[in-house]
């Protein structure tokens, strides 16, 4: 159990173009899904919180306008990357914390998606 | 605010032997939680151990063990007979007691296991 997907596991896009990333948990609801970014051989580097049903909560210097998370519902939770640079290439990963049993101790990860915008 | 602080970038250790992995941290809080996570190459992050401010006896996971030092700050993660599967990225995060429980990671230190 607990498992979380992301999709897709690498996406390669063109300048401009914007990208979106999908967080899902498959067995247990989550009410609260984080977005990080990991730059090679870094730690990784929470860019936002999103709670089900509300807005997302970004972390100091991330532009929210540029990284739209939307989290519509307990199972899913999407992160759009808008007018993509390449800068913006990156590792992103998801993970997902639920509120009872096993999940409260844990956050379970996604598989990651890495990004390269071209 | 909360600081996790992983001062080895590197480690090596021979394979079957035992390598501890150094954490600290530094919080207000009297109530936090800290992870263990191991990130191969492929990049998923696989949990490993959890230690509550509260637990009076340090975790044990399998080969995975947690020294809990709770005056000191220390959190390090000991892993017993390590294999070549071991290799790794390994992290250790906080996590905020409230509002959003969100964890804070550290830099994180590579292990390399050796035949």
């Known amino acids: 159990g607990a498992v979380v997907s ?48 509300s807005k997302a909560t970004y972390e100091q210097g991330v532009e929210k306008d540029k990284f739209l998370i939307n989290h519509a519902s307990l199972t899913l939770s999407t992160l759009t990357v808008t007018s993509a640079h390449p800068e913006d290439s990156s590792f992103y990963i998801c993970s997902a914390g639920g509120t009872s049993g096993r999940s409260y101790n844990e956050q379970f990860f996604g598989p990651g998606t890495r990004l390269t915008v071209l | 605010a909360q600081k996790i602080t992983q001062t080895q970038p590197g480690m090596f250790v021979q394979e079957k032997e035992a390598v501890t992995l150094d954490c ?41 063990s947690l020294n809990f ?11 017993s007979a390590s294999q070549l599967g071991d290799s790794a990225m390994y992290f250790c995060a906080m996590r905020e007691p409230q509002g959003f429980q969100k964890l804070v990671f550290g830099t994180g230190t590579r292990l390399l296991v050796s035949p």
Not at chain 1, 37 to 53: I, V, W
Not at chain 2, 69 to 79: D, E, F, H, T
Request: charged share 20%; glycine share 6%; with cysteine.
């Open chain 2, 24 to 64: 600290t941290y530094d919080t207000s809080d009297q109530s936090y939680g800290l992870f263990w996570y191991k990130q191969p190459s492929s990049g998923e992050m696989i949990f490993l151990i959890y230690q509550g401010s509260y637990d009076e006896q340090n975790a044990t996971e399998g080969r995975y």
């Open chain 2, 69 to 79: 030092q709770k005056a000191r700050k220390s959190a390090n993660l000991v892993i």
């Open chain 1, 6 to 53: 992301q999709h897709p596991s690498r996406v390669i896009c063109k300048s401009g173009t914007s990208v979106k990333i999908e967080c899902r948990s498959l067995d247990f609801q989550a009410t609260t899904m984080f977005w990080y970014r990991q730059f090679p051989k870094k730690s990784l580097m929470l860019m936002a919180t999103s709670n089900e049903g």
